[in-house]
């Protein structure tokens, strides 16, 4: 079998034996039920999931594929052992009927990876350690991608659904799989010093029996905006969340109300408003978010306008929340996309279990400014083009990586006394095939970021991540 999937990874028109297509096939089904079990054991869904074959998903997803004129692929990362040697299992699946999948084994310590992942997200990237970041990222990249690297540009797929597993079991011991916590946008090839997400656009699901791949037009949604930029003395406060509160009800022509603050009942009402009517399509919710990773669901939370009385992830998994009628969430509160064993990619992935098709969220403490910078690229594009969610958000990470998203402040002379205007800027190909510069009026106390604001290096776009097909 190993060499059948070789020869056909080659390129090589060479028919795969029925026992070696099944054999891939019933292991892609293995851990679909896996991830699967994982998630209503947590009750995190209630949805009756059907079991499609191997061909049945290569069709669905090629189905999504044309209506967006994408061309996919899944790829299963999972952290195993085979014949008592440590590795990384990849299975990569075209979203083709016609084309094979591709199985491959890579040969990795558990201690290695672990730490290269340490050494890549929490000393390169997070700490915002200038190169840091790039030996691990390339280690990290050749352990995952690398090795079907070939088999993707031979089928020119320009989109990942990644699917690594959540949990790791070893013996009696089990934790959190370190490959949940990968931030996959900024792995490096080495070859080419690209980073990933200038190769490929991108997104993360838990499974992809319970993805929904489907495209929606969400340039005139029903949008619920919800933000809170002031907390007392507890935290610091947010400009950055006035700026996207603004920045997206700019281009919001819907009729939902939307608040200024963030509280459980604005959040409760305004999902289900005009009820049997029109309910909010996009959700977008700026303001602090915290995540432990300690698998208590009470210890992690979204802050709301009375930062003592947040809105727990506990409290989101109740049925007063309704995310169904969601077709994006957008969480930009810090580590809303961090999570555990037990809650994947945390709050964001529980509203995406919960019924929201996608979502975005972060993984760890992001900019202020940056993320109102990053915002304000995703609604100018959103406004503009009916674009795959993935590719809006790859062309946001694009333009910070290549500094075409800028925080730019004016000094103004009136009475005699200094005045600051703040502006985002960011500059793109439009529709006319022309480079085209929008700019926007930001708070005045974002200027005190302005210069921290290196928005080429990952430490400020490589954390937003989505969750769910992408398309």
């Known amino acids: 079998m190993e060499d059948t999937v070789q020869l056909l990874a080659a390129g090589l028109e060479f028919p795969l034996s029925l026992q070696g297509r099944v054999s891939i096939g019933d292991r892609v089904q293995e851990i679909e039920q896996q991830r699967i079990e994982a998630f209503t054991k947590e009750e995190l869904t209630d949805t009756e999931i059907a079991e499609i074959s191997m061909r049945g998903m290569q069709e669905k997803l090629q189905q999504a594929d044309t209506a967006v004129e994408m061309k996919s692929a899944l790829v299963y990362l999972t952290v195993r052992e085979r014949d008592g040697v440590e590795g990384i299992e990849i299975i990569m699946v075209p979203g083709d009927p016609n084309q094979y999948p591709v199985h491959r084994f890579v040969e990795v310590s558990f201690v290695e990876l672990r730490q290269n992942l340490t050494d890549f997200r929490n000393g390169g990237i997070k700490k915002y350690k200038k190169l840091a970041y790039l030996e691990p990222g390339k280690f990290l990249y050749d352990k995952t991608i690398l090795p079907i690297y070939e088999d993707l540009e031979r089928l020119n797929i320009d989109h990942l659904q990644i699917i690594p597993d959540a949990e790791f079991t070893r013996g009696s011991l089990s934790s959190a799989s370190v490959l949940q916590y990968i931030p996959y946008a900024a792995l490096v090839n080495a070859g080419t010093n690209e980073h990933l997400i200038e190769q490929f656009s991108l997104a993360i699901s838990p499974s992809f029996h319970l993805t929904e791949p489907k495209h929606h037009d969400l340039r005139n949604a029903e949008k619920l905006v919800l933000a809170e930029s002031e907390f007392g003395t507890h ?36 999902l289900n408003s005009l009820d049997n009517v029109s309910s909010p399509q996009l959700l977008h919710i700026a303001t602090h978010g915290e995540f432990k990773v300690n698998e208590n669901p009470d210890d992690d939370y979204l802050y709301t306008e009375d930062p003592l009385h947040p809105i727990s992830l506990t409290q989101l998994l109740d049925d007063s929340y309704n995310f169904e009628s969601l077709e994006l969430a957008i969480f930009a509160a810090c580590r809303a996309a961090t999570g555990d064993k037990s809650y994947e990619y945390g709050i964001g992935g529980t509203i995406w279990a919960k019924g929201a098709e996608s979502v975005i969220g972060t993984q760890w403490d992001v900019s202020d400014v940056g993320t109102a910078g990053a915002m304000y690229a995703f609604y100018t594009i959103l406004s503009k083009r009916d674009l795959p969610i993935a590719k809006i958000l790859q062309e946001v990470q694009l333009a910070m990586l290549e500094s075409r998203i800028s925080v730019n402040v004016k000094t103004e002379v009136v009475n005699n006394e200094n005045t600051y205007i703040v502006t985002i800027s960011y500059t793109f190909i439009n529709n006319a095939n022309q480079e085209e510069t929008v700019t926007t009026i930001v708070p005045e106390p974002l200027r005190t970021y302005a210069n921290s604001f290196i928005s080429e290096h990952p430490h400020f776009w490589a954390p937003f991540q989505l969750i769910g097909s992408g398309h």
């Open 235 to 270: 935290l610091p406060s947010l400009p950055g969340a006035l700026a996207e509160f603004n920045i997206v009800n700019e281009s919001n022509a819907a009729s939902i109300p939307n608040h200024r603050r963030f509280n459980a009942s604005n959040l409760q009402n305004g």
